[in-house]
């Protein structure tokens, strides 16, 4: 165990993909965890396949109020919050110059607000208690940036400055602030962008030195990590999660 058992973590987006398995992950660590989407149903249902004390709660990270709420819920039932993963995230891969102002809001609102929003929103209270771990989930394009994807690798990119400006002001109550990047991961929301485009799989896999997309899984372990007292001297860090397909 990594120091985790007892304590409470709210995961954003964890109703599947890279969020569940983390949300999973954290659950076999010992926490108690809350599964945090706008899907709900989805986030009750994976609650279930978890077990334990595990809870599923609606949150819409674009909404300041749902998120107020949802927090309130989680506290209400698990306990203060002591680790909180902002993994919420959509994308529209197309060229800049045909998106639209209405995908850029949303893209914006989901990627970059939503976890600003809900990092404000916990921070009370582990300042309080002079303890606490936020993780944040952005992605390799807001590193190296990502074709068909401008507004996305901006908000990506705005995450890791946030986060790291959040880990000098906070160091002081003893608050981490870290950042996980994953490259392309075989996830729903992958597939779902790449359209059925089978050869686009092959051409990341190909480009990947390991030679394989990365698995929830692996996001799941490094998250783990920087969410337990293992890490509790990293803090303002951005970790690439990505079988090497970026080094930097």
């Known amino acids: 165990m990594r120091g985790l058992t007892g304590r409470v973590a709210m995961v954003t987006g964890a109703a599947r993909g890279i969020g569940l398995a983390i949300a999973s992950r954290l659950a076999e660590e010992g926490a108690k965890i809350a599964i945090a989407d706008i899907n709900g149903d989805g986030a009750a249902h994976a ?20 998120i107020a709420a949802g927090i309130a819920a989680v ?35 989901i990627n970059l607000k939503g976890p600003i929003a809900c990092t404000r929103a916990v921070l009370d209270s582990m300042i309080e208690r002079r303890s606490g771990k936020i993780v944040s989930i952005s992605s390799d394009a807001g590193r190296v940036g990502s074709a068909g994807e401008a507004v996305y690798a901006g908000a990506k990119a705005g995450i890791i400055g946030f ?71 990293v803090t303002g860090q951005t970790l690439s999660v990505s079988g090497g397909l970026t080094m930097i």
């Open 47 to 66: 609650a279930e396949r978890i077990g334990g004390a595990a809870m599923g709660v609606r949150v819409d990270v674009t909404d300041t109020a749902s």
């Open 75 to 109: 506290v209400e039932r698990l306990g203060t919050i002591d680790v909180l993963v902002n993994n919420a995230g959509w994308d529209k891969v197309e060229p800049f110059v045909r998106s639209e102002e209405a995908t850029w809001d949303t893209v914006i609102a």
């Open 163 to 233: 986060s790291k400006t959040l880990a000098r002001e906070l160091a002081r109550y003893g608050i981490n602030v870290n950042v996980v990047c994953p490259g392309p991961t075989n996830t729903p929301l992958f597939h779902e962008m790449a359209g059925g485009n089978e050869k686009l799989a092959a051409s990341l896999k190909q480009a990947i030195p390991l030679g394989r997309l990365g698995e929830p899984e692996d996001l799941a372990g490094a998250v783990a990590f920087l969410a337990s007292d293992d890490a509790s001297f």
